[in-house]
Each structure stands twice: as structure tokens, then as C-alpha cells.
Nanobody, 115 residues
Framework: QVQLVESGGGLVQAGDSLRLSCAAS????????MGWFRQAPGKERELVAE???????NYAGPTGGRFTISRDNAKNTVYLQVNSLKPEDTAVYFC?????????WGQGTQVTVSS
């Protein structure tokens, strides 16, 4: 069973940057599509970005170039770099993996952006 552990969230000011990390264990990381989602208070969970096993990336919605997803297969880790943070980026950020017939979530990491 694949386990995902996110880290890197925190309380920051508008304009700051953060790098979120998600470490995976228990599976074949390099074969998975890895994604970052976020859920703001009172809203549904939404896709932020994902990266496939082949290294392709997909960003959901207009990100203005502020989000960058990357993966390090040697470290079984996927990252989300977020620059120029805005108060509306405040949310719990979740890591997700999926492959044929399986998927799971991490516990999430809180990002709070003050204005």
C-alpha cells in the first residue's frame, strides 16, 4: 500500500514562496501519476497540477506561472513550488497518486497566506 506524506506548508505572507514536498513509500513511485490538489475552506478539492510517469506536467486553470510541479524518482518525492503566494491560495494541499486500479491521498499540509 502506497503511503504519502506531505510537508512544507505553513503561515506565510502574500508574495512569499513555498515548496511543498510529498514523500511516497510502499510502491513503484516512478510508474505513478502524481498530483497536487488543494481544498479551501467551504470549497471542493481541486486539482492544482500533476505529473505523469513520463514526466509530462499538467496545470489546472490559470496559474500565471506561479506553480511548478516536479518529481524526483530517486527520492520517491514530488514537489510543488508556489511563488508569489496570494491570500486566495490559502488551503490544505493534498498529494495524490494514481495508477491503474489504485489511488490514494496524503493527509494534507496547511498553507495559510496572510495579506
Amino acid at each position: 500500500q502506497v503511503q504519502l506524506v506531505e510537508s512544507g506548508g505553513g503561515l506565510v505572507q502574500a508574495g512569499d514562496s513555498l515548496r511543498l514536498s510529498c514523500a511516497a513509500s510502499g510502491g513503484t513511485f516512478s510508474s505513478y501519476t502524481m498530483g497536487w490538489f488543494r481544498q479551501a475552506p467551504g470549497k471542493e478539492r481541486e486539482l492544482v497540477a500533476e505529473t505523469t510517469s513520463g514526466g509530462s506536467t499538467n496545470y489546472a486553470g490559470p496559474t500565471g506561472g506561479r506553480f511548478t510541479i516536479s518529481r524526483d524518482n530517486a527520492k520517491n518525492t514530488v514537489y510543488l513550488q508556489v511563488n508569489s503566494l496570494k491570500p486566495e491560495d490559502t488551503a490544505v494541499y493534498f498529494c495524490n497518486y494514481r495508477t491503474i486500479g489504485a489511488a490514494s491521498w496524503g493527509q494534507g499540509t496547511q498553507v495559510t497566506v496572510s495579506s
